[in-house]
């Protein structure tokens, strides 16, 4: 199998949009504001917004299945309060859910997170246990800057963090390190600020013992890690100077990349500098790169090129394209082998 563990539902059908605006609008004017029940979605729908899009592309590229989850530059957590992203968030995994459900064999759920700046992480617990035991979602995204760019959060290893974790480990979900939107217009959204978030997650780790008290906790750090891998040897560094372990075993154990990387060297990199059994699969399609390279004729985000082309040995590329993932995601891999795969 391939599986693609980083695909995001850009393409949903424009009432759901058309929803969130009236919402966003009801943050100021509570007399526009709309209910939950009237969006409406049909499954027609949704097939179509699909089919035409992230299954084509699916398909074009060889992938078997896509873990799914909401539009990470729609989850905007720095909008409105609690109540706004509880509503939303609720809204965007049920989709995805349905998703899953019309295609099962295609795509996995995977779900957001209530999260808004300075609330609790523990109130987005419910809805985390929701999605897992509700919708069936084998992995959870986590933002560790709900403020949009404006980093007011406590790093991920504070103990304010620890009720969300301690799901997690009950539930033996990994979480996808992935914010959103950037308001702040010193950090470009997907050029700055999620490569900026990527590599900040690390450090913040790496300058914790958050995996001392959570050995089984998993992250996935998307965008191949950021500038972490470029940078393998400042980082290395950095732990020697803190009394750390060497990465390998302050939290190799623990953290994985992904493969959205989108021209060859960058493959080439990640998968020489970090272990193989730490890098996974994904291409993050119909996202935030979607032309194609002139230089060769393909799309950026066709990520599978670059990895079969990276030279790895055959045991070393079947775990990047799928053993990986189904051990990092558990719930994934119970679900893929309850359908005999």
Known sequence: ??????????????????????????????????SPDELRIGDDELRESIESNQLRLMDERGIDLTVFSPR??????HLGDFAISAQWAALCNDLCHRVSALFPDRFAPAAMLPQSPGVDPATCVPELVRSVAELGAVAINLNPDPSGG?????????????????????????????????CNPAFHTTGAHY???????????L??????????????????GGAVPYHWGRFRGL????????????????????????????????????????????????GAVRDIDPRTGHHFDDTRRYVTAAGLPETDLAAVLSGNTRTVYPRLDARLSEQGR
Request: glycine fraction near 4%; proline fraction near 9%.
């Open 1 to 34: 199998m391939i599986i693609d563990c980083h695909g995001h539902y850009t393409t949903a059908p424009p009432a759901l949009e058309a929803w969130r605006d009236r919402q966003i609008a009801g943050i100021t004017d509570p007399s526009v504001a709309p």
């Open 150 to 182: 404006h980093w007011t959060a406590p790093p991920l290893t504070d103990r304010s963090w620890y009720p969300i974790y301690e799901k997690m480990a009950e539930y033996d979900i990994p979480a996808m390190i992935h914010v959103s939107t950037s």
């Open 72 to 77: 990470a530059s729609f989850m905007a957590h």
């Open 239 to 286: 732990a020697m100077a803190s009394k750390k372990p060497e990465l390998e075993e302050h939290l190799m154990h623990n953290v994985f990349f992904d493969t959205c990387v989108y021209h060859q060297p960058g493959i080439d990199l990640l998968l020489n500098v970090i272990p193989t059994k730490n890098v996974l699969f994904a291409s993050e399609m119909i």
């Open 207 to 224: 300058q914790g013992d958050l995996f001392a008290d959570f050995p089984t906790l998993k992250f996935v750090i998307p965008h191949g």
């Open 195 to 205: 490569l900026n978030a990527d590599t900040t997650a690390f450090m913040q780790l």
